[in-house]
């Protein structure tokens, strides 16, 4: 009897294990975001948490973690159960920039995380006041030669994505920029409108409305097509610079060793909402491009990115303050 009576009790607890796992999600989400609220990061992050959300059938609860570039938002998700219940939206600093930069790194971006999508891609712009003696970058080249570090070119901090496209830009162009590191975008967009600086490589969000307001001027994007909301700011290779392209990528990711069958459940939600038009048209509306992967691809994009930026990033000695 005492035997039967275990038997029973293990095939009570193995039911109820799986009737717990095909119930997820039986309570609120939380997804991490490593940046400030308001900001287009913020705002893309709140209306994909709503769409998928309404698809798994429970509320996704936005978390403004910022501070360190990103790295404090995922080194919190990277100490949370893996459950599914806290996610995280991972962004191109944290995750490619910053294993090269930061002589401390909280987690290794490839191992203390499961990827599971892609959601957005944004572009960066080199932007100069509006009033700026540059029409193009062909005349920012040649005023640089004649006068290297001469010319002043922000960023939103040293190590920053910024920073790092800066410094790509000048290798390819050949040319020795001052750089001028701000605490963060928006004090470094305002002082390019009041002229204290001369230019700045920005993700788009961060200056297309200040571009179509006639504030600032749009030189390049680095993409190789482009936006249909700037039509007039030629790509990387219209200006004869083809290989400078570098855009600001955000994704999805959870704890390490998250299981399999919740990660594709939170994946097909997500993929699902980034064919929505509503989050297509919000996205496009911060500079955003919606774009969805498989977690595999994700993970892939990641590494290879980190092949790419890194020699960049040592080339130009960029370590973290």
């Not at 999600?25 to 939380?30: A, E, G, Q, R, Y």
């Not at 994909?48 to 978390?63: F, H, N, W, Y």
């Not at 080194?75 to 920039?97: E, I, N, W």
């Amino acid at each position: 009897m005492l035997r039967v009576m275990r038997g029973m009790l293990c095939v009570a607890a193995l039911l109820a294990f799986g009737a717990a796992e095909a119930a997820f999600p039986d309570k609120p989400i939380v997804l991490i975001v490593p940046f400030a609220a308001g900001g287009p990061a913020d705002v893309m992050a709140r209306t994909m948490a709503k769409s998928m959300g309404t698809r798994l059938g429970q509320p996704i609860v936005v978390e403004n973690r910022p501070g360190a570039g990103g790295l404090v938002g995922i080194s919190a998700v990277t100490r949370a159960t893996a459950d599914g219940y806290t996610l995280g939206m991972a962004g191109t600093g944290a995750m490619v920039y910053a294993p090269f930069i930061s002589p401390k790194m909280p987690f290794d971006p490839l191992k203390d995380v499961t990827y599971l999508t892609t959601m957005v891609s944004t572009p960066n712009l080199l932007v100069v006041n509006a009033n700026s003696p540059f029409k193009s970058v062909a005349d920012l080249m040649a005023a640089a030669k004649r006068e290297p570090d001469k010319y002043t070119v922000a960023s939103a901090g040293v190590g920053s994505s910024t920073h790092v496209v800066g410094a790509l830009l000048q290798r390819e162009a050949g040319i020795k920029l001052c750089h001028v590191p701000y605490k963060g975008g928006a004090p470094a967009v305002q002082d390019l409108i009041g002229g204290q600086v001369d230019m700045f490589i920005a993700e788009v969000p961060a200056v297309a409305h200040l571009i179509k307001a006639g504030k600032l001027r749009g030189l390049m994007l680095t993409d190789s097509k482009r936006l249909p909301a700037l039509p007039e700011v030629p790509t990387a290779a219209d200006v004869g610079l083809p290989k400078v392209l570098a855009a600001g990528a955000y994704g999805i990711v959870a704890p390490h060793g998250l299981p399999s069958d919740v990660s594709a459940k939170i994946v097909e939600a997500a993929t699902a909402a980034l064919r929505t038009p509503e989050v297509v048209e919000k996205f496009a509306e911060q500079g955003g491009i919606a774009q969805a992967s498989t977690s595999d691809a994700y993970r892939n994009q990641i590494k290879s990115e980190q092949g790419r930026w890194g020699p960049i990033i040592k080339a130009a000695g960029i370590t973290a303050e």
